[in-house]
């Protein structure tokens, strides 16, 4: 013995870090049992629950163990499972998924009581019960002067129903665990997504209540849209509902790059291989967790067939919706080479995040999920434009007639309305709108197109033009009806007062009231406050009512609202306005050299100046009033004659070109099969 006084010791306490409070959930749990069968070279596993005795067994056919195996194998903490035999599997040669000699601690995170029965082919029988209550005692009870002393399992009654050779191991007093059928299916589902091992080609079976699992219980390949394979394995016989194309029908599946170097840059002579597939899913809300599932908005790193990583596109900042619709398996053994350092944190189930090689796979499966991302979306916007045409076929009409160019940009819009997931009874209406917002696109590069137009292409240019020309028609028409609206909801104010207090606060802003032809003007910032400083420079500017100052594209025009209540005469009307004029005509003076621009005054008024009740008075006052640029207008006059302007424009711009009439069609539509059932 070296008379050194120092010494390293190992406590019983580093069991309670390395396996008994290791592991957070039961599937993580029962899979290091599966890996240990895999190790042991089984070919088939049985995991059995008892609902009588809340109990879980895993029997083996594996190899088994002898006494010298369970002491300075089993129960050896940290055994190097891959030292010798070249690191592989005794009767197999298989890669072991083992390496620290921790995975059967594990057990204790969901049960108390473990009992292990195994025996080798012609050797004794072994069976023992490791007590987790009597470990954690022993623990307590350790002498900090001793720490070596070993705890000392129990032993039991060997089962006779454990395999020749094999192992069986009985799991009981479970924590927290209910063993109904809910649970248990549950397990079923989850256990088949933790190994890519479980089959013929292995000839590794596992059994779970005696059904064999197979990727099917995987239960998540039936929501892949669009898949993509990495190395030799063809994933698109497992998922029935790609999407197909071309004819005859081909299923949505891509080969994709598998080598890469350490940088993640593919390459044919790269250090890296992986396989697997990544998948995306029909709709965003398609991998979102439910009350009996996990969620399965992930990606998976699988290495030497057993999960070493439960989700790596966390590890992804990509922005939008992007990874809303990824899911995935990648097969990556360069992760656990056994002449290389250990990656794997002490759990198993995560990778150390600065080892080159994690990082080289990090850069990979990121380019990838770009170039993936960009592919998917042409395909969404492709099969959204055959979707709209196979319902609407007005929609294919129009779309048929689109020129190359025009017809990859028209996909993008009608593929987002296929991915909006709308019910179809509301569809219509946004395939409509979607050809009109495109044709505006269209009209916007038209308009780019100005300067190059010359002899040669005059006609394809004037094409451009009549479209632009039914565009406008159809939005100013749009305009319209939405004015007409407003109108209507005038014509429906009784109260003369109140109806001339909303138009004072409406009228500034929406000139098109007085007259269609008239929009707010915006070149003068000042001409407000000039106007105002017309008014308040008359010699009466204490009574001037001035509420509306404005400045149109081809004058001035001064507009004077008078309460509903009030009847002034002609002469009244015309000293105040002419007033307004001349101080206008004035002072406009020191804003432009030219003072002949045409100034025009309204005065809106609730009842007719007085002695307009005679006809011949009448004409006389308006044939006065013309003289100097000014109308009289009741509120009801107004209201009438823009509702009669707009109502003959709509009538006449009705269903005037090509255009108009197929968004009308397309809006209009009606399948009488049972549309409402389709999917996408």
């Known amino acids: 013995m070296s008379d050194s006084p120092y010494r390293m010791s190992i406590s019983l306490n580093v069991l309670n870090h390395l396996g008994i409070n290791l592991y957070s959930n039961t599937p993580a749990v029962l899979a290091e049992v599966i890996a240990n069968a895999w190790d042991a070279d089984a070919t088939e596993v049985l995991v059995d629950f008892n609902k009588e005795d809340k109990s879980i067994t895993v029997k083996d056919n594996g190899i088994g163990m002898d006494l010298d195996d369970v002491n300075n194998k089993y129960l050896l903490v940290g055994y190097q499972r891959r030292s010798g035999s070249g690191g592989l599997t005794e009767e197999r040669k298989r890669k072991p998924m083992g390496r620290k000699g921790i995975g059967k601690l594990s057990l204790f995170a969901i049960s108390n009581k473990i009992e292990v029965h195994t025996r080798k082919r012609g050797g004794k029988k072994e069976s023992f019960l490791l007590d987790a209550e009597k ?122 790059p598998y080598y890469f170097d350490d940088h993640g840059e593919i390459s044919k002579e790269g250090a890296y291989k992986i396989k697997g597939w990544i998948a995306i899913a029909r709709h965003s809300n398609d991998l979102d967790s439910t009350s009996d599932d996990e969620n399965l908005n992930k990606i998976t790193v699988v290495v030497r067939g057993k999960i070493a990583q439960e989700d790596i596109l966390s590890e992804y900042r990509l922005g939008g919706m992007i990874t809303k619709y990824l899911y995935g398996e990648i097969n990556a053994d360069f992760l656990d080479e056994d002449d290389k350092e250990d990656i794997a944190t002490s759990s198993r189930q995560k990778i150390a995040e600065d080892d080159q090689r994690y990082k080289a796979l990090k850069n990979f499966i990121e380019n990838e999920l770009k170039a993936i991302w960009g592919k998917t979306n042409k395909l969404k916007a492709k099969k959204g434009v055959e979707e709209a045409g196979s319902y609407n076929p007005y929609v294919k009409e129009w779309y048929n007639n689109l020129e190359s160019p025009f017809k ?90 109140v109806r001339e207090r909303i138009l004072e606060e409406f009228l500034f802003d929406n000139l098109w009231l007085l007259d269609p032809a008239w929009e707010r003007a915006t070149e003068y910032e000042h001409m407000e406050e000039t106007l105002q400083a017309v008014a308040d420079g008359l010699p009466d500017s204490s009574t001037v009512r001035l509420d509306i100052r404005y400045r149109t594209g081809s004058g001035y025009v001064i507009i004077e609202l008078k309460r509903a209540l009030v009847q002034l005469s002609k002469s009244d009307i015309e000293g105040q306005l002419r007033k307004y004029k001349d101080a206008l005509e004035h002072k406009l003076l020191n804003y432009t050299d030219d003072n002949n621009e045409k100034i025009e005054s309204i005065c809106l008024v609730g009842k007719l100046p007085t002695g307009w009740d005679n006809e011949s008075t009448k004409n006389a006052d308006i044939e006065s009033l013309q003289a100097y640029s000014i109308r009289v207008l009741t509120y009801d006059q107004l209201i009438k004659n823009v509702l009669w302007v707009y109502s003959k424009f709509t009538e006449r711009t009705k269903s005037v070109d090509e255009l108009q009439d197929l968004i009308e069609k397309v809006r209009l539509y009606q399948d009488d099969s049972d549309s409402n059932s389709m999917g996408i």
Do not use: W
């Open 135 to 256: 470990i954690r005692e022993k623990i307590i009870d350790e002498d900090p002067m001793n720490v070596l002393e070993p705890y000392i399992p129990t032993e039991i009654y060997f089962d006779e129903d454990c395999p020749q050779p094999g192992t069986k191991i009985k799991i009981y007093d479970l924590k927290n665990l209910k063993l109904d059928g809910r649970t248990v299916n549950a397990l079923k589902k989850r256990i088949a997504r933790r190994f890519s091992v479980i089959d013929e080609e292995n000839n590794f079976c596992v059994k779970i209540n005696g059904e064999a699992i197979t990727l099917s219980d995987r239960d998540y390949f039936n929501k892949a849209r669009f898949l993509f394979n990495y190395g030799d394995c063809d994933y698109s016989k497992h998922c029935n509902k790609l999407d197909l194309d071309g004819y005859p029908p081909k299923k949505m599946c891509f080969e994709r």
């Open 408 to 497: 990859t940009l028209a996909e993008k819009i009608f593929g987002a309305i296929a991915e909006s997931g709308m019910d179809y009874r509301y569809r219509n209406e946004f395939y409509a709108n979607g050809i009109l917002t495109f044709e505006m696109l269209k009209m916007n590069e038209a308009v780019e197109l100005l300067d190059a137009v010359d002899d040669s292409n005059v006609e394809s240019f004037l094409q451009h033009l009549n479209q632009i020309s039914s565009i406008e028609k159809i939005r100013y028409g749009e305009i319209i009806a939405e004015r007409l609206a407003v109108i209507e909801k005038f014509r429906n104010i009784v109260d003369d007062n």
